[in-house]
């Protein structure tokens, strides 16, 4: 199963911080998981265009199944490059429920709040 985090500001000011996918689909042999090669295409990719596309690099840790992303607290202060970057990671967010309409056997996603800040 793959599990995504996504951890937004609060539930008034939907703001994405950071997002965390963990896990292996099992749907086919390694190699041949169509669901992972889709949630790592989705997840890397965002992380890759928020970099190209804004000049954000995102805080992260990748590792066979562990990507873990966060957007550097100082971003909040550039609003327009803030408001790209959430664009950018609301179109992931979209891509990976689609993913997981589809094959929800093998993948959820949880969205957390972070109070205060």
């Not at 896990?23 to 169509?34: I, R």
Request: hydrophobic share 40%.
């Amino acid at each position: 199963m793959i599990y995504v985090t996504i951890k937004r500001l609060e539930p008034d000011s939907p703001q994405i911080l950071s997002y965390v996918v963990e896990g292996h689909a099992e749907y086919d042999v390694p190699g041949k998981d169509l669901v992972c090669a889709a949630v790592s295409a989705v997840s890397v990719g965002t992380f890759n265009s928020i970099e190209s596309l804004t000049g954000v690099i995102p805080i992260h840790e990748m590792e066979r199944g562990l990507l873990d992303v966060t957007i550097p607290e100082s971003t909040r202060n550039m609003v327009e490059t803030w408001n790209q970057v959430q664009l950018i990671l609301e179109s992931m967010v979209v891509m990976l429920q689609t993913i997981e309409q589809n094959y929800g056997d093998y993948i959820t996603i949880e969205t957390i709040y972070h109070k205060g800040g």
